[in-house]
C-alpha cells in the first residue's frame, strides 16, 4: 500500500523545523488541530485555527509558515485517488472526491464541532492501523479503505454546513502577497527578477520581498522556482514525447544545466528517471 495511503495523527513540530515548499500527486486531507501556522496554497494565504481542515489536490504548490515560538500540531492523509476510485465508482459515490478535482484546494473552518471531532477519531484509527504488525494481512486494506471512505464522508459532511463559510476579510499585506503569487503563477514560465515583479505590481523591491516573506514563509525566487518546478513535473507526466530541455525552457528554466541540477537536487531522481517512474504506474 506504500505511495497510495499515507496517515500521519497529531504530529508535533516546532516551528524551528525547515518546512519546505512541496507539491504532491496525492490528494492531501490536513487537520490542524494547535498552535500557529499561516498556510500558503497556490496564490491564496490561510491564517489557521484550530478545527481548520485543508483539502488540496496536492500538485498545487503548498507551505505552512510556522511560527517559531508556537507548537506545531496537525494531522495528515495522503491518499492515491486512483486507490480508492473502484469503490467509489461501485457505490456511487465519486462526488466524494469532487472537491479536489473542482476546487483543486479549499478550507473548512469547522470550529471544533462534533463532526470534526469524529473525523479526528477516525484519522486516529487509520494511524493505528497503519502502524499495525497486521498491516500486510488479507483483511488491511479493505480496512484502510472503509476508514478512508469514512474520512471522506466526514470531511463531504463538513464542507456542506452553511455556518462554515470562511468571511473574506484580510490586511493589506495579506493582499499584497496574494497579489505577487498571483502575478508569478502567470509569469514563472517568462524570465523573472525582483525587480520586475515590484514595478509589474507597482511596488517597491524591499516591500515586496519583506512582505512576501513574512506571510508566506517564501523568498520570492524560491516560489518562481518552485511554480517552475511544478509545472515541469506534471509536463513530464503529460507530455511523455517532449525533449526534457523543451520542457525545461517552457517552464522558465535559463538553462538546461540549472534544470537539471535543481531537478535532482529538489526530487532526488534525475528528470528523466522521475519520468521513467511516473509513466510506469
Aim: charged content about 25%; some cysteine.
Amino acid at each position: 500500500m506504500n505511495g497510495t495511503l499515507l496517515v500521519s495523527y497529531r504530529m508535533q513540530g516546532l516551528g524551528g523545523h525547515s518546512y519546505d515548499y512541496h507539491s504532491h500527486q496525492e490528494y492531501e486531507v490536513y487537520f490542524f488541530h494547535s498552535g500557529s501556522c499561516r498556510y500558503l496554497i497556490h496564490n491564496q494565504i490561510y491564517d489557521l485555527e484550530p478545527g481548520d481542515i485543508l483539502l488540496m489536490d496536492g500538485l498545487t504548490l503548498h507551505k505552512p509558515n510556522i511560527n517559531p515560538n508556537s507548537e506545531y500540531i496537525r494531522s495528515v492523509v495522503h491518499f492515491s485517488p486512483h486507490w480508492i476510485k473502484g469503490l467509489l465508482v461501485e457505490l456511487g459515490s465519486m462526488y466524494l472526491i469532487e472537491v479536489f478535482q473542482t476546487l483543486h484546494h479549499c478550507l473548512i473552518r469547522t470550529n471544533g464541532n462534533e463532526e470534526s471531532k469524529r473525523l479526528e477519531e477516525i484519522i486516529r484509527r487509520l494511524d493505528m492501523l497503519q502502524r499495525s504488525p497486521e498491516l500486510h494481512d488479507k483483511f488491511a486494506e479493505t480496512e484502510m479503505k472503509v476508514l478512508l471512505l469514512q474520512v471522506l464522508i466526514s470531511v463531504h459532511r463538513l464542507g456542506e454546513v452553511e455556518s462554515i463559510k470562511i468571511p473574506n476579510q484580510k490586511g493589506d499585506k495579506v493582499e499584497h502577497a496574494e497579489n505577487i503569487a498571483s502575478y508569478i503563477q502567470l509569469n514563472y514560465m517568462k524570465k523573472m527578477t525582483l525587480e520586475s515583479i515590484s514595478e509589474a505590481l507597482n511596488l517597491s523591491k524591499s516591500y515586496v520581498s519583506h512582505v512576501f516573506k513574512e506571510m508566506t514563509g517564501f523568498t520570492v525566487m524560491e516560489y518562481v522556482m518552485g511554480c517552475r518546478l511544478t509545472q515541469v513535473k506534471y509536463s513530464l507526466e503529460m507530455e511523455p514525447n517532449k525533449a526534457l530541455h523543451d520542457i525545461a525552457h517552457d517552464c522558465g528554466f535559463e538553462s538546461a544545466s540549472h534544470f537539471s541540477r535543481y531537478f535532482r537536487e529538489k526530487m532526488g531522481v534525475t528528470a528523466k528517471e522521475y519520468r521513467r517512474l511516473r509513466l510506469k504506474k
